[in-house]
């Protein structure tokens, strides 16, 4: 479940690392048909913004962009993404990773282990094929992210085809100049990294192997199903909402964020421009995605109620 949510709401990972999450893995057997992803429309005293969920890797030839997704992406002047988009910041962000990809010198990974970690680990590596020899020099969040992207058996994603790089692309070539982002690439990374605190990691990465060993990755199957029908309602019931831990991810990868990006959002609406926002779909789905919150704010948002 956890894959399922960083793959709907983090977007620094897409820039620096989730094409290589899925070495190893049998490629997806069939080519997606043609996908009408949800949107949202919100109006304000000068400005409109229109919201678009994304995933942020995808197959290839996956068919997208619908003449009214098209319209209102030929209607905007301002791009808007969860983090900066130009090379410069990606190349901060590929650097940032590097830095805080692998354990110390002299530190495998199962070092930190107890013996029931030590058990599950061999057990998912069982599960899902993936290599030891590698793994057991990440640090605890990076193998949290490769043993779910191996459980899930979504090979075949490619962060070029994901929807951020392609409306990014689309907006580059029609000549927009205005890009923003609602955080930075650091702000992301630290979910992960749990600010420094390792033990942490090691308490998320024992979840992972939990959830693994419970799900096999069906829940991550049916995301990109449920994205490619626009079927907001079926995306909210992906998230974990009904894991023990629920309430403490939730708050930190979405619920959160979420109000952080809510009043910058009401900022553009005061402006004179037309905002094409693309964030990852987790975020506006549910009652606490920004959509609903827009709403409990006192805006019309037109576009699905989840």
């Known amino acids: 479940m956890l894959r399922a949510l960083f793959g ?11 094409g290589h999450a899925h070495a190893g893995v049998k490629p997806a057997p069939a080519k997606p048909p043609a996908a009408t992803p949800a949107m949202w429309t919100v109006r304000g005293s000068k400005g409109t913004v229109y919201m678009l969920g994304s995933i942020h890797a ?22 808007v993404f969860e983090v900066p988009m130009d090379a410069a910041s990606r190349a901060h962000a590929a650097a940032y990773f590097r830095d805080n990809a692998l354990m110390p010198a002299g530190l495998s990974l199962p070092s930190m282990f107890d013996s029931e970690m030590r058990s599950d680990f061999r057990d998912v590596v ?3 094929h993936a290599d030891p020899t590698f793994i057991v020099y990440m ?8 043993l779910e992207g191996a459980a899930s058996g979504t090979s075949g994603l490619y962060p070029a085809e994901g929807v951020d790089n392609k409306v990014y692309a689309l907006a580059k070539a029609r000549g927009v100049t205005q890009f923003r982002s609602l955080e930075r690439d ?16 090691v308490s998320d990465l024992r979840i992972t192997f939990k959830d ?7 829940d991550d199957r049916a995301l990109l199903p449920a994205w490619m029908k626009g079927d907001t309602r079926k995306l909210a019931g992906l998230l974990p909402e009904n894991k023990g831990t629920s309430a403490v991810f939730r708050k930190a990868w979405l619920d959160d964020r979420n109000r ?21 779909a987790a975020h506006l789905v549910g009652p606490t995605g920004v959509p609903n919150l827009l709403r409990a704010a006192g805006y019309k948002v037109d576009g699905p109620n989840s």
Request: aromatic share 10%; glycine share 4%; charged share 20%.
């Open 212 to 218: 693994i060993l419970t799900h096999r990755g069906k």
């Open 260 to 280: 952080k990006w809510v009043p910058q959002i009401e900022a553009m609406l005061n402006e004179p421009h037309t905002f094409f926002i693309t964030v990852g």
């Open 186 to 201: 650091q702000d992301q990374f630290k979910l992960f990294i749990k600010e420094g605190h390792e033990q942490d990691e």
């Open 139 to 146: 640090r605890p969040w990076l193998a949290a992210l490769v």
């Open 58 to 79: 995808l197959p290839k030839n996956v068919h997208w962009q619908t003449p009214q997704l098209l319209a209102r992406l030929n209607e905007a002047d301002t791009f």
């Open 126 to 128: 069982m599960l899902t």
């Open 8 to 18: 709907l709401s983090l977007g620094v990972l897409s820039l620096v690392f989730l």
